[in-house]
C-alpha cells in the first residue's frame, strides 16, 4: 500500500516525504564489536516493513542518541521530527513503520498518543518543531 | 550583527533561518510548581541574547526531553537538527546563540566540535539530518 493508497483508503490527506531515520551504528554495550552492527540490522528490517507503503529508509551514521541506543527518528514534510531509542532490531521495524504512517496521516503534524505503537510512547527522546512552526503553533 | 554582518566579516556564507527553539515548560523535578518555569527563563534570556545575531528564538510547549531538561534544539536552513538538554536558565542562552552561528556557518551543515561551546558537546541528546539528506552524505 503506498501513501496514496492510505488516503483513498482511509479519506484523509496523507503528507509527503514520511521518512525514518535509522542510525547503523548504534550497538548495545554489550553487543559484540565484530559482525553486522545492531543498528543496521534494524535499518534493513525497517527497510523490509516498509515495502509497498511509501515510507522511505534512510540509513544515517549517527542520531548521537549513542547511550540510549538503538535509535532512529520519523518526519514527515511539514511535521514534527521525532527521536527515538530503546529500539530492538528483531522487535521495532514494523512499529517504526505504523509510526511513520500515522505521521503522515496527522493533519497537526504531530504523532498522535493514541494508537502510537508502545515503543514509540515509552521510547521517546525529543521532538522537534517543524521548520515553519511559529509560536502559537 | 547580522548573519549577513558574519558572512561579511568572516569571509563564510551563512545560512538562512538559523533558529533556537526553547522548551518553556522545562523544570527540574526539584523546581517550585509556582513562579516562572526555568524553561520560559532561559527562553527570554536566549531571545536576548540573541539581540543584533539575526538568529530566531522560538518557544516551545514541548521538546519531549522532560527527564532530561532544560531543553533546547538548534536548527538553520539545510542543516541538522541538533537536541540539548541539562541547560542551565542564568548559564547557557549565550551558547546557544553561538552553537547556533556556529551551525549558521558550518558548509556542511553539521555542527562543528572544535569551538563549540562545553555545554552542547556534554548536553548532546539527539541529532537529525536535514530533510534532503541522502545516505551517504
Same mark, same amino acid.
Given at each position: 500500500?503506498?501513501?496514496? &493508497?492510505?488516503?483513498? &483508503? =482511509? ?5 509527503? +516525504? ?14 559484540? *564489536? &565484530?559482525?553486522?552492527?545492531? +543498528? ?6 525497517? @527497510?523490509?516493513? @516498509?515495502?509497498?507503503?511509501?515510507? @522511505?529508509?534512510?540509513?544515517? %551514521?549517527? #542520531?548521537?542518541?549513542? !547511550?540510549? !541506543? #538503538? !535509535?532512529?527518528? /520519523? ?13 530492538? @532490531?528483531? $522487535? *521495532?521495524?514494523?512499529?517504526?513503520? %505504523?509510526?511513520? $504512517?500515522? /505521521?503522515?496521516?496527522? %493533519?497537526?503534524?504531530? #504523532?498522535?498518543? $493514541?494508537?502510537?505503537? *508502545?515503543? /514509540?510512547?515509552? +521510547? #521517546? ?9 511559529? =509560536? +502559537? &503553533?
Amino acid at each position: 500500500m503506498t501513501l496514496t &493508497d492510505i488516503e483513498a &483508503d =482511509e479519506d484523509v490527506t496523507a503528507r509527503a +516525504g514520511a521518512t525514518v531515520y535509522v542510525c547503523v551504528t548504534c550497538r548495545k554495550p554489550d553487543d559484540p *564489536d &565484530d559482525g553486522p552492527r545492531p +543498528g543496521l540490522m534494524l535499518a534493513r528490517a525497517t @527497510a523490509e516493513a @516498509a515495502r509497498g507503503t511509501g515510507v @522511505a529508509v534512510c540509513q544515517v %551514521e549517527c #542520531l548521537a542518541n549513542c !547511550s540510549r !541506543s #538503538l !535509535s532512529a527518528a /520519523l518526519r514527515c514534510k511539514g511535521t514534527w521530527t521525532y527521536v527515538f531509542g530503546g529500539l530492538e @532490531a528483531d $522487535r *521495532d521495524a514494523e512499529a517504526l513503520i %505504523e509510526g511513520a $504512517r500515522l /505521521l503522515a496521516r496527522a %493533519e497537526d503534524g504531530l #504523532l498522535p498518543w $493514541r494508537g502510537r505503537p *508502545d515503543i /514509540l510512547k515509552r +521510547g #521517546l527522546i525529543a521532538r522537534v518543531p517543524p521548520f515553519d512552526f511559529t =509560536e +502559537g &503553533d
